[in-house]
């Protein structure tokens, strides 16, 4: 046993303090934390307190330790890591204020040349952790990397689900500088939420993974002894400075460092705050007096769509400055009492940083994304697809073609092999994912050339090869059978895993989540077939409705044990069964309804009713709260909103912002194989569905608005330039770049291009307010034109309105408050797209609207379009 060991085993219960609204629990004999939990709530702990004796010893970072790299000038850079081989600190006197004191510098390693304290302290009611470097020597140490472990408990490992969403908590990080803080949200998003915020200058200028002990890269001391994999992401470094880390990439913050001279000392530290909840997290920041940057809508910002910062901060701006200069144009404007403002626009393409330089010298860092019109972004993606992603081989011995493949953006070449079958197999996430995105491109932006590919995919490849007679979904097109496809296979590859499935693995029709996206390849087919001309060739409007039907039916009967989850994209199950009253098909729309009735009966029995394959997911979470919604569960679909709320966070980064928590797909769909924060996995879109859907039933309820429109944007931000669409990207300072691979990327489409939509919001602080749209008042009344890339949805919060086109774009929109009408004029007639169908609902239980002419068609107003926009009147009946 470690010398750590034996310190942790040996050491009484250390006593327990309370500050504020939090009571934390110190080691006696390291003084790191072992327990932090609300005054309110003494059995949740913040920290993995329950885990403290299997984390007991050397090599398991606290809260509390430190990582150092520092140097002689001239001299090579060490490191020192305090729970690399731990020794006893040596305890300080405590007074008033100071919880606990003590001289750590014995445990920072051999040959150490400074001198660390720490301090535990209260101060204005919240619990400080402070550190104080001495540089005692002759000769001064230059400090390339500080790091402080933040170590919260994110360990699903061997919990239930019940358990994890009772005592687990996930950390999403601002990253941005003196501004920056963590915000600690438990997974069932309830309150208190803790805030992580910097004690005097301790910039948060890198949110550093902690890897695991033994798999590290070579001489990196700055690890953790737990086990990293699907039940737990990793601890990670606050980075106080990383000038000296080997980093490759652009990083979220330019890396610095500091030297102490002879004598010189400095002190780094985090303040403990509870928030009452996620959505008071920024009146916390408000009321601790720390800088508060709001974006919106957000902090992805297409060239023809600009946005509003809003600043607040009690210290006055002094300058600020983009990085790269021609990225964004900032220009002041009016804004409400106590906020700066400027109009945020697009100019350049990709990442930008937005520094404000404050009076006394502190610097926030924003970070913002810039896009291409997001009506380019969807062209450039369903031009890409279709060309350089389509696939035709006559000789393949797997029968793939024609399809649309997986693409590896490194080689610039279609997946035509992988040692997961699937990504090359045309199912699974990681094989599906291309083409589902190519279809739901259709959806709102058919262009006939891809619409018959799409036709000729369904109707030769998806029939008869992908999908069974019957309905039933194979995992896979493309196996492993040496014996067969003697010398086709690449040598190269390792086909020795278990993803490396034979015929009989791949032609398995139980995996429910392979349905979903053949469903949707139907469901596309099926609209654009019934709302629009000569668009759809090879079959008829219910020929595929029909084939959509008999997925959803199928799922259920061949894949039920997966089946009893919530799956991904799963909402297109729910338009099957609208789609299905619409046209009359009522023993089939009875059908759907039954099964999918047993399923949400199974999931209200449940607490948490969010599992999957993995131990905690959040891919099942956006169809669990559809289906509560739909059969009249109101309280379980609010459940299944919080706890979406619990893992998707807003904060003033174009990456985090709406960044549905994912860090194992990378593994399943990725070019680089690794557990690893994902950002904008496709979860950040799915999940902003429901959220989306929450806030046109409460309109009050900005913070859902806000959420769901990062995860819609932050969704885009995956397509190159080129319209190469990536599965994810990797946010460890070592890559720092989008994958390589296509992987899953359809599925975060799908949720895109379905909640795609312009929202007019007034709020009571910002005044007017365009999701996806650009507000202008005129005089007594608001213009609102759609950007939002689909231009076939608008929600009017005011009235309470969501108007959707299932053919025919909205060019713009005017809210008249004084009578409460709203006008819209939509687009010419194309040949395509002759009649517009439109539909309005009250989500919210407001007064129903009706429109000034049209005719009721399957649950349509059927507009015939002219040569001419088109000008439509709502009023209240």
Same mark, same amino acid.
């Given at each position: 046993m470690s010398t750590g060991a034996l310190l942790h085993a040996a050491t009484p219960a250390p006593g327990r303090h309370v500050v504020g609204a939090l009571a934390l629990t110190l080691d006696s004999a390291s003084q790191t934390l072992l327990h932090l939990s609300p005054v309110g709530e003494p059995d949740f702990d913040f920290a993995p307190g329950d885990r403290a004796t299997e984390r007991a010893g050397d090599g398991y970072a606290q809260v509390g330790d430190l990582h150092l790299r520092l140097r002689a000038p001239g001299a090579a850079w060490r490191d020192f890591a305090s729970s690399g081989h731990r020794v006893p600190v040596r305890a300080l006197s405590t007074s008033g204020d100071v919880l606990a004191n003590a001289d750590m510098t014995a445990t920072m390693g051999s040959g150490f040349p400074l001198t660390v304290e720490r301090a535990w302290l209260r101060e204005r009611g919240a619990p400080v952790l402070r550190f104080t470097l001495v540089n005692r020597g002759t000769t001064p140490v230059e400090i390339g990397a500080l790091g402080m472990p933040m170590v919260f408990d994110n360990i699903i490992t061997d919990r239930t689900l019940e358990q994890a969403h009772a005592k687990g908590s996930f950390v999403d990080p601002y990253?941005?500088?003196?501004?920056? +803080?963590?915000?600690?949200?438990?997974?069932?998003?309830?309150?208190?939420?803790?805030?992580?915020?910097?004690?005097?200058? =301790?910039?948060? #200028?890198? +949110?550093?993974?902690?890897?695991?002990?033994?798999?590290?890269?070579?001489?990196?001391?700055?690890?953790?002894?737990?086990?990293?994999?699907?039940?737990?992401?990793?601890? +990670?470094?606050?980075?106080? %400075?990383?000038? %000296?880390?080997?980093?490759?990439?652009?990083?979220?913050?330019?890396?610095?460092?500091?030297?102490?001279?002879?004598?010189?000392?400095?002190?780094?530290?985090?303040?403990?705050? !509870?928030?009452?909840?996620?959505?008071?997290?920024?009146?916390?920041?408000?009321?601790?007096?720390?800088?508060?940057?709001?974006?919106?809508?957000?902090?992805?910002?297409?060239?023809?769509?600009?946005?509003?910062?809003?600043?607040?901060?009690?210290?006055?701006?002094?300058?600020?400055?983009?990085?790269?200069?021609?990225?964004?144009?900032?220009?002041? !404007?009016?804004?409400?009492?106590?906020?700066?403002?400027?109009?945020?626009?697009?100019?350049?393409?990709?990442?930008?940083?937005?520094?404000?330089?404050? !009076?006394?010298?502190?610097?926030?860092?924003?970070h913002y994304f810039v896009t291409k019109p997001l009506a380019q972004v969807s062209a450039d993606l369903g031009r890409f697809a279709t060309t350089r992603q389509w696939f035709d081989d006559k000789g393949d011995p797997f029968h793939r073609g024609p399809s649309i493949l997986s693409y590896d953006r490194d080689a610039d070449r279609i997946v035509t092999q992988d040692q997961r079958v699937w990504i090359a197999g045309l199912s699974d996430e990681g094989g599906a994912g291309a083409w589902v995105a190519a279809a739901m491109k259709q959806l709102d932006h058919p262009v006939p050339a891809e619409v018959a590919k799409l036709e000729r995919m369904v109707d030769e490849t998806v029939l008869g090869k992908l999908q069974v007679e019957a309905g039933g979904v194979k995992k896979s097109l493309f196996y492993y059978d040496p014996k067969t496809f003697r010398g086709h296979y690449d040598k190269s590859i390792d086909w020795s895993s278990w993803a490396s499935w034979d015929r009989k693995q791949a032609d398995d029709l139980g995996r429910s989540y392979n349905y979903p996206h053949v469903a949707v390849g139907h469901w596309v087919l099926y609209r654009l077939a019934r709302y629009h001309t000569g668009l759809v060739t090879r079959h008829d409007a219910r020929f595929y409705l029909d084939r959509a039907y008999r997925t959803t039916v199928a799922m259920v009967r061949d894949a039920p044990h997966y089946a009893q989850f919530?799956?991904?994209?799963?909402?297109?199950?729910?338009?099957?069964?609208?789609?299905?009253?619409?046209?009359?098909? =009522?023993?089939?729309?009875?059908?759907?309804?039954?099964?999918?009735?047993?399923?949400?009966?199974?999931?209200?029995?449940?607490?948490?009713?969010?599992?999957?394959?993995?131990?905690?997911?959040?891919?099942?979470?956006?169809?669990?709260?559809?289906?509560?919604?739909?059969?009249?569960?109101?309280?379980?679909?609010?459940?299944?909103?919080?706890?979406?709320?619990?893992?998707?966070?807003?904060?003033?980064?174009?990456?985090?912002?709406?960044?549905?928590?994912?860090?194992?797909?990378?593994?399943?769909?990725?070019?680089?194989?690794?557990?690893?924060?994902?950002?904008?996995?496709?979860?950040?879109?799915?999940?902003? $569905?429901?959220?989306?859907?929450?806030?046109?039933?409460?309109?009050?309820?900005?913070?859902?608005?806000? $959420?769901? +429109?990062?995860?819609?944007?932050?969704?885009?931000?995956?397509?190159?330039?080129?319209?190469?669409?990536? !599965?994810?990207?990797?946010? #460890?300072?070592?890559?720092?770049?989008?994958?390589?691979y296509s992987g899953d990327y359809g599925m975060g489409y799908f949720g895109h291009a379905y909640a795609a939509a312009t929202y007019l919001v007034r709020d009571a602080t910002f005044g007017w307010l365009g999701f996806g749209g650009t507000v202008r008042e005129e005089g007594e009344t608001v213009a609102v034109v759609p950007h939002d890339g689909a231009r076939t949805r608008l929600f009017v919060a005011p009235a309470g309105q969501w108007i959707t086109l299932a053919a025919g774009t909205i060019a713009s929109a005017r809210w008249v408050p004084s009578t409460r009408r709203i006008e819209l004029t939509l687009d010419a007639a194309t040949a395509t797209t002759p009649t517009a169908h439109l539909s309005v609902e009250a989500p919210a239980g407001g007064a129903a609207y009706v429109v000034d002419h049209g005719r009721t068609e399957r649950g349509f107003t059927t507009l015939p379009l002219a040569a001419t926009p088109t000008v439509v009147t709502l009023t209240p009946r």
């Amino acid at each position: 046993m470690s010398t750590g060991a034996l310190l942790h085993a040996a050491t009484p219960a250390p006593g327990r303090h309370v500050v504020g609204a939090l009571a934390l629990t110190l080691d006696s004999a390291s003084q790191t934390l072992l327990h932090l939990s609300p005054v309110g709530e003494p059995d949740f702990d913040f920290a993995p307190g329950d885990r403290a004796t299997e984390r007991a010893g050397d090599g398991y970072a606290q809260v509390g330790d430190l990582h150092l790299r520092l140097r002689a000038p001239g001299a090579a850079w060490r490191d020192f890591a305090s729970s690399g081989h731990r020794v006893p600190v040596r305890a300080l006197s405590t007074s008033g204020d100071v919880l606990a004191n003590a001289d750590m510098t014995a445990t920072m390693g051999s040959g150490f040349p400074l001198t660390v304290e720490r301090a535990w302290l209260r101060e204005r009611g919240a619990p400080v952790l402070r550190f104080t470097l001495v540089n005692r020597g002759t000769t001064p140490v230059e400090i390339g990397a500080l790091g402080m472990p933040m170590v919260f408990d994110n360990i699903i490992t061997d919990r239930t689900l019940e358990q994890a969403h009772a005592k687990g908590s996930f950390v999403d990080p601002y990253i941005g500088n003196d501004a920056g +803080y963590l915000q600690v949200t438990r997974l069932n998003g309830k309150g208190p939420a803790l805030l992580v915020l910097p004690d005097g200058r =301790t910039p948060l #200028e890198q +949110y550093r993974i902690l890897h695991e002990a033994g798999k590290a890269p070579a001489g990196d001391i700055f690890t953790d002894r737990t086990k990293r994999q699907q039940t737990f992401e990793g601890f +990670y470094d606050w980075m106080v %400075a990383s000038a %000296a880390m080997k980093d490759a990439g652009q990083q979220w913050n330019p890396g610095t460092g500091f030297t102490l001279a002879p004598g010189e000392r400095r002190s780094i530290g985090v303040r403990l705050v !509870a928030a009452p909840s996620i959505r008071g997290i920024e009146q916390t920041l408000q009321a601790e007096r720390r800088p508060v940057a709001i974006g919106l809508p957000g902090y992805v910002v297409p060239t023809d769509s600009p946005g509003d910062l809003f600043v607040q901060s009690p210290q006055a701006v002094r300058d600020v400055t983009v990085t790269p200069a021609n990225a964004l144009t900032l220009t002041p !404007a009016a804004g409400p009492k106590g906020w700066n403002r400027w109009r945020v626009t697009g100019t350049g393409w990709g990442r930008a940083r937005v520094a404000i330089t404050y !009076a006394d010298g502190s610097v926030q860092s924003v970070h913002y994304f810039v896009t291409k019109p997001l009506a380019q972004v969807s062209a450039d993606l369903g031009r890409f697809a279709t060309t350089r992603q389509w696939f035709d081989d006559k000789g393949d011995p797997f029968h793939r073609g024609p399809s649309i493949l997986s693409y590896d953006r490194d080689a610039d070449r279609i997946v035509t092999q992988d040692q997961r079958v699937w990504i090359a197999g045309l199912s699974d996430e990681g094989g599906a994912g291309a083409w589902v995105a190519a279809a739901m491109k259709q959806l709102d932006h058919p262009v006939p050339a891809e619409v018959a590919k799409l036709e000729r995919m369904v109707d030769e490849t998806v029939l008869g090869k992908l999908q069974v007679e019957a309905g039933g979904v194979k995992k896979s097109l493309f196996y492993y059978d040496p014996k067969t496809f003697r010398g086709h296979y690449d040598k190269s590859i390792d086909w020795s895993s278990w993803a490396s499935w034979d015929r009989k693995q791949a032609d398995d029709l139980g995996r429910s989540y392979n349905y979903p996206h053949v469903a949707v390849g139907h469901w596309v087919l099926y609209r654009l077939a019934r709302y629009h001309t000569g668009l759809v060739t090879r079959h008829d409007a219910r020929f595929y409705l029909d084939r959509a039907y008999r997925t959803t039916v199928a799922m259920v009967r061949d894949a039920p044990h997966y089946a009893q989850f919530g799956q991904m994209e799963g909402e297109v199950f729910l338009e099957v069964l609208a789609d299905l009253k619409r046209e009359g098909m =009522t023993a089939q729309a009875a059908e759907v309804e039954r099964l999918m009735k047993v399923r949400a009966d199974h999931w209200r029995t449940l607490a948490y009713p969010f599992g999957s394959e993995m131990a905690w997911d959040s891919t099942g979470q956006p169809e669990v709260y559809a289906w509560m919604q739909h059969f009249g569960h109101p309280r379980e679909a609010e459940v299944t909103r919080e706890v979406i709320l619990g893992y998707d966070p807003t904060v003033p980064h174009w990456g985090f912002n709406g960044n549905a928590r994912r860090y194992w797909d990378f593994l399943y769909g990725g070019k680089v194989q690794r557990i690893e924060r994902q950002i904008h996995h496709y979860g950040s879109a799915l999940n902003a $569905v429901p959220l989306f859907d929450a806030f046109r039933r409460n309109p009050a309820d900005l913070h859902l608005l806000r $959420v769901a +429109y990062g995860g819609f944007m932050g969704g885009i931000t995956n397509v190159d330039r080129d319209g190469f669409a990536s !599965a994810a990207f990797h946010s #460890e300072p070592d890559m720092m770049r989008w994958d390589a691979y296509s992987g899953d990327y359809g599925m975060g489409y799908f949720g895109h291009a379905y909640a795609a939509a312009t929202y007019l919001v007034r709020d009571a602080t910002f005044g007017w307010l365009g999701f996806g749209g650009t507000v202008r008042e005129e005089g007594e009344t608001v213009a609102v034109v759609p950007h939002d890339g689909a231009r076939t949805r608008l929600f009017v919060a005011p009235a309470g309105q969501w108007i959707t086109l299932a053919a025919g774009t909205i060019a713009s929109a005017r809210w008249v408050p004084s009578t409460r009408r709203i006008e819209l004029t939509l687009d010419a007639a194309t040949a395509t797209t002759p009649t517009a169908h439109l539909s309005v609902e009250a989500p919210a239980g407001g007064a129903a609207y009706v429109v000034d002419h049209g005719r009721t068609e399957r649950g349509f107003t059927t507009l015939p379009l002219a040569a001419t926009p088109t000008v439509v009147t709502l009023t209240p009946r």
